[in-house]
């Protein structure tokens, strides 16, 4: 019997290859065993999944390592989604994760204040993001955990300054990930590189600092010596510009709709979204609310842009964002 895997499982086995550490091994695994289907035909697959796994886990458990600083790369996803905010030192990184989120970050002028990974949480409208702060990227070197962690994001922020040859720093940020094997979505290698499988992620790049009508002019300077196009935001920590639009991009980038149940006879409850990837299903929303829903569901009605008020679907009817949706079983 085939075993009929989901897209998601071939992407995570590529993240699983390209694995550094044990704990990125161990946590790639635990998301293959969690996409495989259960039935025949990923009988043998699953039981190898779980060798691999009571493997490494005992060998992850006769290591003796710097844990606490493990964990700090080691960051579950939450809300609608993970974005990191990477790039060179002292480009406003940290000042921006503070603007959005509210953090508590270090904002200072001396290079290379963030040493570790902070996470915080930014809303827009009525979900939240998770933006993650990134200790600077280094010709030098750049650490296998913070690589990993880029790799897991859903999304990269790379932030330049737009006082301080931003063209020069996004170069040197974006040839610094591609060493790595961490390429833009929409610029791909021509040919796969050597040392294993590649990364590609969403990115947009926000050119920071950008406070005030010199440095809107500074901005079209960039615009246009650019030698190949990125997608680019201005944006100013100090003086907020922009940053509702970002919240806005960000979302868009993430490839997510908000969807919005309601009980057969009640007003929809339209403050709680469902988070879901676009494309998703009704019987996507329904394995997201309960199990019981999916096992049960006999159909479901819609209230939203692509049908008209209440109209009845079936489970593999493919939801649009804002939709309200209301499962029967």
Same mark, same amino acid.
């Given at each position: 019997?085939?075993?009929?895997?989901?897209?998601?499982?071939?992407?995570?086995?590529?993240?699983?290859?390209?694995?550094?550490?044990?704990?990125?091994?161990?946590?790639?695994?635990?998301?293959?065993?969690? &996409?495989? @289907?259960?039935?025949? !035909?990923?009988?043998? =697959?699953? +039981?190898? %999944?779980?060798?691999?796994? #009571?493997?490494?886990?005992?060998?992850?458990?006769?290591?003796?390592?710097?844990?606490?600083?493990?964990?700090?790369?080691?960051?579950?996803?939450?809300?609608?989604?993970?974005?990191?905010? &990477?790039? @060179?030192?002292?480009? !406003?990184?940290?000042? =921006?994760? +503070?603007? %959005?989120?509210?953090?508590? #970050?270090?904002?200072?002028?001396?290079?290379?204040?963030?040493?570790?990974?902070?996470?915080?949480?930014?809303?827009?409208?009525?979900?939240?993001?998770?933006?993650?702060?990134?200790?600077?990227?280094?010709?030098?070197?750049?650490?296998?955990?913070?690589?990993?962690?880029?790799?897991?994001?859903?999304?990269?922020?790379?932030?330049?300054?737009?006082?301080?040859?931003?063209?020069?720093?996004?170069?040197?940020?974006?040839?610094?990930?591609?060493?790595?094997?961490?390429?833009?979505?929409?610029?791909?290698?021509?040919?796969?590189?050597?040392?294993?499988?590649?990364?590609?992620?969403?990115?947009?790049?926000?050119?920071?600092?950008?406070?005030?009508?010199?440095?809107?002019?500074?901005?079209?300077?960039?615009?246009?010596?650019?030698?190949?196009?990125?997608?680019?935001?201005?944006?100013?920590?100090?003086?907020?510009?922009?940053?509702?639009?970002?919240?806005?991009?960000?979302?868009?980038?993430?490839?997510?709709?908000?969807?919005?149940?309601?009980?057969?006879?009640?007003?929809?409850?339209?403050?709680?979204?469902?988070?879901?990837?676009?494309?998703?299903?009704?019987?996507?929303?329904?394995?997201?609310?309960?199990?019981?829903?999916?096992?049960?569901?006999?159909?479901?009605?819609?209230?939203?842009?692509?049908?008209?008020?209440?109209?009845?679907?079936?489970?593999?009817?493919?939801?649009?964002?804002?939709?309200?949706?209301?499962?029967?079983?």
């Amino acid at each position: 019997m085939p075993a009929n895997l989901p897209p998601d499982y071939f992407e995570i086995e590529k993240r699983f290859r390209a694995a550094e550490t044990i704990e990125e091994k161990i946590e790639a695994l635990q998301e293959m065993m969690s &996409v495989v @289907p259960k039935h025949k !035909g990923t009988d043998h =697959l699953r +039981a190898d %999944l779980r060798r691999k796994l #009571a493997k490494l886990k005992e060998e992850a458990q006769s290591r003796k390592g710097a844990g606490r600083r493990d964990s700090a790369f080691r960051i579950p996803k939450a809300g609608a989604g993970q974005a990191v905010l &990477v790039g @060179p030192t002292n480009t !406003g990184k940290s000042a =921006l994760m +503070a603007a %959005l989120t509210g953090a508590p #970050a270090e904002v200072s002028s001396v290079p290379h204040t963030t040493w570790e990974p902070l996470p915080g949480m930014m809303p827009v409208e009525d979900v939240q993001v998770q933006l993650v702060d990134t200790p600077p990227l280094s010709q030098d070197y750049v650490e296998p955990r913070l690589r990993e962690l880029i790799r897991r994001a859903d999304l990269v922020l790379l932030v330049v300054d737009l006082l301080e040859d931003p063209i020069a720093q996004l170069q040197e940020a974006a040839a610094i990930l591609e060493n790595y094997r961490i390429f833009p979505r929409h610029r791909p290698p021509r040919q796969a590189p050597a040392g294993g499988a590649i990364t590609t992620l969403p990115f947009l790049v926000l050119v920071n600092k950008c406070d005030d009508e010199e440095g809107e002019e500074l901005y079209k300077i960039f615009c246009e010596l650019m030698e190949e196009p990125w997608p680019c935001l201005p944006v100013s920590a100090l003086t907020g510009r922009n940053l509702e639009r970002l919240k806005q991009e960000v979302l868009r980038n993430l490839n997510v709709i908000r969807v919005y149940t309601k009980a057969p006879g009640k007003e929809p409850d339209l403050h709680h979204p469902f988070v879901l990837k676009k494309g998703a299903s009704v019987a996507e929303l329904a394995g997201k609310i309960h199990k019981d829903f999916l096992e049960k569901m006999k159909f479901a009605r819609v209230w939203g842009k692509g049908v008209y008020d209440g109209q009845m679907v079936q489970r593999d009817y493919l939801l649009q964002d804002g939709d309200v949706v209301e499962i029967h079983i």
